[in-house]
C-alpha cells in the first residue's frame, strides 16, 4: 500500500514541477502581451486623434473654398451689372 501511496505523491510532485513552471511562463506571457497590446491601443488612438486633426483641417479648407467661390460669384455678379 505505501508504494501505491508513493507512487501517487510521486505522480502529483512531477505534475507539480511541471506545472508551476509552465504557469509561471504563461503569466509572464500574458504580462508582456498586455503590454503590448496596451502600446499598440495607444498608437492607435493617437493615429486616430492625428487623423481627426487632419479631417477637422481638410473640412476648414474646404469651407475657405467655399467662401472664396462665393466671393467669386459676387464679382462676376457685378461685372455683368455693370456691363
Known sequence: MDTALD???INIIN???VLVPVLSSLGGISYWLEK???EIDQKFEDIDQRSRHIEERF????QRFI???ERFKKIDQRF???N
Not at 473640412?59 to 474646404?62: T, Y
Open 7 to 9: 507512487e501517487w505523491y
Open 15 to 17: 505534475i507539480l514541477a
Open 36 to 38: 503590448k497590446f496596451t
Open 59 to 62: 473640412k476648414a479648407i474646404d
Open 67 to 69: 467662401e472664396i467661390d
Open 80 to 82: 455683368e451689372e455693370l
